[in-house]
């Protein structure tokens, strides 16, 4: 009986880890999409101050304040290209954590499933929502 219950108990550890860790992955990917947002609106002010201060020196200025801004353009259009490329990396890891993740848990909850038909039934009706609960959860991750 010990034997049921250590690996009923391991299989509950692996996954909530499991979850643990997607759950951990999904802050990481919101807090560099929230990063990168930051970042977008702070070159977007940045180049709004720029024409504003060309617009108040003058036309001797107007020449010299179009070619910034183009330059500013130029690197804000690099920069959004870097954040996108980062973004897109950022989705595609996380994505791939995910799968890994489901592919490590996967077993294990087909494991803990088995486990739970051997169990009385009080106990099996007890486990079943949490077990439903892990298995919408990795479905909605996949």
């Known amino acids: 009986m010990d034997v049921h219950k250590s690996a009923t108990d391991a299989g509950y550890i692996a996954v ?47 020449s010299r304040a179009r070619e910034a801004t183009s330059k500013a353009r130029g690197a804000t259009n690099r920069a959004r290209g870097r954040a996108e490329e980062t973004v ?16 490590r848990v996967e077993p294990v909850v087909v494991q803990v499933s088995s486990t739970v038909a051997e169990l009385p039934e009080r ?17 909605r991750a996949a």
């Open 123 to 139: 106990v099996a009706q007890a486990i079943e929502p949490m077990a439903a609960l892990v298995r919408e959860r990795f479905t």
């Open 16 to 62: 909530g880890l499991g979850v643990m860790g997607f759950q951990q992955a999904q802050v990481r990917r919101r807090q560099v999409q929230a990063q990168i947002r930051s970042a977008g609106d702070c070159v977007a002010g940045r180049a709004q101050q720029v024409q504003d201060r060309v617009t108040s020196k003058g036309r001797d200025l107007d």
């Open 88 to 103: 897109t990396q950022t989705v595609s890891r996380v994505q791939d954590l995910a799968t890994e993740v489901t592919t």
